[in-house]
């Protein structure tokens, strides 16, 4: 079938009005912009205007780990990336190698055939004996393997309507000005007919590579590396990806204990790297790789290098450079004035552990003195708040709940002191505190004691009040806090972040809270699991949801949706089910313990109690959307609902009947998302079994949905609510931050001690737990 194909392919000629009527009316999504070329693109999240782009594909992605044969399948999912940037409207280019590698496959084989043909001849017989190859001169392999590589190429573009061309180039193509010129109009045209250009070197005649020979301002053909560099440059290429067998650059050889990605280099950074040995096939290497990069970037094209072999991400490493996202090593001219947030992670870090070292009373008083200075620049902290709903207001994207979020006022700072001056209180028994202690054997003796997590990371959207309570608790409780606030804040978070960092400094621990202000894409610090211990995400369940999709290796605390019921009992008192249902549906709508379902026992419909209920909520404006059994009760309906799993997040809410609180239990179980339901019944019985069989993070019975929150449970402040069955559930304090480790003390105790024909007996006694002084807290 692949064969039919490609004599059908070969068999359009170039020149004919089909071939070029078939690439020229194909329907092309909006292309990109592009730019003026002159300059690279400064960071990632440009790379998405790239109009114009070369990918290269080393020896080592094109072909098989024996080096003998090409890497089908993970050609297949680099071809499908390019043909689709290709359809998207963009200019793609391909300079490729394989070529030695098919051709010594296919001289393989026919060596081998020859061999046997002669043997059998010769001796008569078939059994064959055994049999040397020779060694194959590279040459003689591109030559068999060239034809064979494109024909393979042409075949699988040909999947995607899109038509390839060859072109085969040396040195002397780019050093000869008339070569030069007639190669660029070559590739301009092509480029102009949405004809895919893949590009080798003819390495059936080209000579070996001479040492230092290159040119001033010109890179000479050495490997594929410096011809992608050079090609990207004349053809003034927006970005070049370079695809090898490795992650990207690293900063010392891949596979040694120090080895750390670098995911922005820049032109002064070559004296902090150390290159490696060579990949296994090919003529270059990690050192002709960025020479080539810094050479294209030097004449305005942006360079990626990433690793094409995984895969894991073959078939999307392409798609996602192109996107902005993370992958690989981005070479950019522009180097950031602030550090990069590997490095705000590792300071962090650092910081974090000292702050647990500190006495109780020191991460009090930053606590204290940050509520302070939450008071004493109030006017500061209102005025950078006053320029973010400034803008948002004349953004107008942001909606009317958004925006409340967005909002401080004096009140609000007043109340985050207070709340702050709570976790301070906190913070005197959090860290160090002994849980449980146990007596192993005779001067063995075991202790479970409280520590941080290590390194939390929290992403909140425009709710700049979450950045000193969320603070607050890291501090309290020893931890190291990585911060990616909203844009929407970004003045109001900055300012706020210079207070941290200013009550931090009272014990030399500045740097434990770092706010991530560069253009980190949030599923980019997802991929930081060797860094984060932590992801607590702080907003829409859209967000929670994506972070949780993007976490990979880095646990999630919290929850996606916040639907929240309130069941009205038929033995209900009317004057607590007015009273707990405006306050859980009206009090802040949009917060995620307001109510979204309000289920109503059969008993109450067409009753005078029932009357109140929807008068009220009339009265403040709600509006009712009626679940499936409710509106077969009623002849005109409020609208139905479209999905009894709706989080509103606004003055709306659905209304469904059940039939008893069993059933109330049932839809809530089928229906909710673990976070907050309530029972409203003067039936003591009726409640008792209500608490008990449902299985949510928190139950009330007789009280507003709102009250599931930290500050009003006591814990000072939440960094969320968890509806986790693991670690932390519900309202997440200062508790939720801390873990724990095993502490063992003996007196050169060991396992043979306690063998069948050891001295020593286990006791496993359990002791008093006795806290040590503040000061000798082990905490690290």
Known sequence: MLLQRLTLCSRIPLGSPRHVCRFLTRPLTQAPQGRAHGSSFAHRGELRQAKRIVVKLGSAVVTRGDECGLALGRLASIVEQVAMLQNQGREMMIVTSGAVAFGKQRLRHEILLSQSVRQALHSGHNQLKDMSLPVLEARACAAAGQSGLMALYEAMFTQYSTCTAQILVTNLDFHDDQKRQNLNSTLQELLRMNIVPIINTNDAVVPPPEPNSDLQGVISIKD???????????????????????????????????????????????????????????????????????????????????????????????????EGKKVGTFFSEIKPAGPTVEQQTEMARNSGRTLASLHPDQRSEIICHLAELLTEKKEEILAANKMDMDLAANAGHLPPAMLKRLSLSPAKLNSLAIGLRQIAVAAQDSVGRVLRRTRVAHNLELEQITVPIGVLLVIFEARPDCLPQVSALSIASGNALLLKGGKEAANTNRVLHQLTQEALSMHGVREAVQLVSTREEVEDLCRLDKMIDLIIPRGSSQLVRDIQRAAKGIPVLGHS??????????EASIDKVIKIVRDSKCDYPAACNAMETLLIHRDILRTPFFDQIIDMLRTERVKIHAGPRFASYLTFSPSEAKSLRTEYGDLECCMEVVDSMHEAVDHIHKYGSSHTDVIITENEDTAEQFLQQLDSACVFWNTSSRFADGYRFGLGAEVGISTARIHARGPVGLEGLLTTKWVLRGDGHTAADFSEHGTMKYLHENLPVVQPLAGQRDSN
């Not at 410096?226 to 050889?253: C, F, Q, T």
């Not at 596979?255 to 090919?282: C, E």
């Not at 050192?287 to 072999?309: D, F, H, Y």
């Open 224 to 322: 594929n590396d410096s011809l992608a560099a050079r090609l990207a440059v004349e053809m003034k290429a927006d970005l070049l990806i370079a695809l090898s067998d490795v992650e990207g650059l690293y900063n010392s050889p891949p596979g040694t204990d120090d080895a750390k990605l670098i995911d922005i280099f820049y032109p002064g950074d070559q004296q902090s790297i150390t290159y490696g040995t060579k990949s296994r096939v090919g003529i270059g290497g990690m050192e002709a790789k960025v020479k080539a990069a810094l050479w294209a970037l030097q004449g305005g094209t942006s360079v990626v290098i990433a690793n094409g072999t995984n895969p894991k991400v073959t078939g999307h490493v392409i798609t996602d450079i192109v």
């Open 561 to 570: 949706e916040g639907i929240c019921h309130v069941y009205v009992d038929a």
